[in-house]
């Protein structure tokens, strides 16, 4: 049995969605800094190569989620951890400033957590 699906499934979960984001927001966004000179079918070339990994974290994260959560809460549990991985790549890579924006930003997505995750 390999270490991670010794780990409770709510953990695997979100391990696998926290990597599968830090791909997808790479792939997504990282073009902009990385290949802003090149033509935007290289760009878009090479997203779909970073892509495929997102994927191959993603569908497993869901398909391990689902066992013991709705398809509503993992879609909530995405955005959180989208913004979680986003805003560090915004600033830090991307050299964007910390805005107070991404604080309310994620103060409504911990509603959006406390109406989707209540009573479950």
């Not at 993603?58 to 989208?82: D, H, S, W």
């Not at 959006?112 to 479950?120: D, K």
Request: one cysteine or more; aromatic letters at 18%.
């Amino acid at each position: 049995m390999s270490t991670l699906q010794s780990l409770p499934v709510s953990l695997q979960t979100v391990l696998l969605l926290i990597a599968s984001n830090v791909f997808m927001t790479f792939a997504w966004y990282g073009h902009l800094k990385s290949l802003a000179s090149s033509p935007w079918y290289t760009a878009a070339l090479v997203s779909w190569g970073i892509a495929l990994f997102e994927y191959l974290l993603q569908v497993p994260a869901n398909r391990i989620g689902y066992t013991q959560f709705n398809v509503g809460q993992l879609k909530i549990m995405q955005e959180v951890i989208t913004l979680g991985v986003f805003v560090p790549f915004a600033v830090f890579y991307m050299g964007q400033p910390l805005k107070w924006d991404y604080l309310w930003a994620g103060l409504c997505l911990v509603g959006a957590v406390y109406f989707i995750f209540r009573g479950a």
